[in-house]
C-alpha cells in the first residue's frame, strides 16, 4: 500500500500549510469561513483569501478531516473530525521535532561561520 | 443587485457547477461580509482554477481505511457513486456526475481554450500592425511630409538612421547618408534627388528594378507566377511609397 493511501491529509498538496492554519483553527470549535479567516489572522498573522479557505476546506472535507454542521444563516461551521485532530497532531508533533534539531543545531552552525 | 455582489457572482461562474452547489452559497455569505471589492478577485480565480483541477480527484481519491472511514461525514460518502472499475491498490473511479466532467475533459477544454487564445492573440496583434489607421485600413497612403519635416522631427535623418513613422508603421531611410553610416562615416545629407521605397530602400529609379530580383523568387516557380508576383509585389511598392523623399523630390 503506498504511503498516500495511508495518510488522508496526502491530498493537500500546496494547500498544507493554509490546511493546517484551518485545524488549528477549528481544534478548539465550530467555526464558520468567516471566523475561520478571522481566526487565522489573529493567531498566524496570515491572510486567507476567500478563494484560497473554501479550496482548502473542500479538500479537508474531501480527506475527511473536517466535517460541515447543520446550515446556520446561509453558512456551514465546520468542526474537526477525529481523523482531523491525529492529523494535527502529527503535524505539530514533527514541527516540535524540526524545532529541536533546529534549535540543537544552530549554536554549531554559527560557531563554523564564527 | 450592488457592483461588488455581481462581480462575486460572476466569479463564482468560474467555478465548476458541483463545486457552486456545495461551497456556493456559503462563500457568497462570506464575500459580502467581507465587502473586500476586487482585492480577493486574484485569490478567487487561483481556488476556482484548483476547483476545477481538484474536483474530480476526490472520487479518484484512495478509500480510506477502516477506522478513517468511520469519520467521513455521510455527505461524503453518498458522493461517491457507483464505482466503475476497482483496482488491487483501492483507488476508485467514478464517472462524473451530471454537470460535472472529467478531468481529461476539462484538460482538453483547457487546451483547446489556449489554442484559441492564442490564435486570437496572434491574428489580433498582425491585424493591429497591419492596419495603419483604422479610418483608412490596409493599405492607406499616408503622407509623410517632406525631408525637411522629417529633419524637424529627427535631425539624425540626415546622418543615416531611419525614421520611425508609427502611423504607417514604416520606416523610412536615408539611403546614401545610411550607406555612407554604415561603412562608419559621419556623413549629413539633407538634399535627396530620389524617392526611396520605404519597402526595398532602393531609389525611385531603381526600386521596380530590385523588387523584382530574386528575393521573391523561389525554386520551381513557373515564370507565369514569378512575373504575376511581381507585379503584385510592385504595385504594392507603388501604392505604399509615399515617403518623405518621394515628397522631396517634387
Redesign the interface.
Known sequence: VAPRDRDPSAELGRFAEPAMLVLVSLSDGPRHGYAIMADVEAFSGSALGPGTLYAVLARLERAGLVEPLPVEDRRHPYRITASGHEAIAAQLSQMEELLRVGRSRLPRAGQQHA | MSGDRRLHRLLLRAYPPG?RR??G???????A??R?GWR?V???????F??WL?GR??AR??A??G???A???A??VAAVSLPVSSRA??IVATAPSPGEMSRRAFMRRLLGAGVTLLTLEFATGTINFLWPQIRQGLGAKFRVGTVKDVLAVDARFANGWPYAYNPARAFLVNVPAAKELALGQDVSITELAAPTCWRCGASARTWAAWCRRPAIRSPGTSAAAIAARTTSWARRCMRVRPSVAWTASR
Open positions: 463545486w456545495r461551497y452559497a456559503e462563500l457568497l455569505a462570506l464575500l461580509e467581507r473586500s480577493d486574484p485569490d478567487l480565480l487561483r481556488g476556482a484548483d476547483a481538484s480527484v476526490a481519491q484512495p480510506l481505511p477506522p478513517l472511514l469519520t467521513v461525514p455527505r461524503s491498490h483501492g
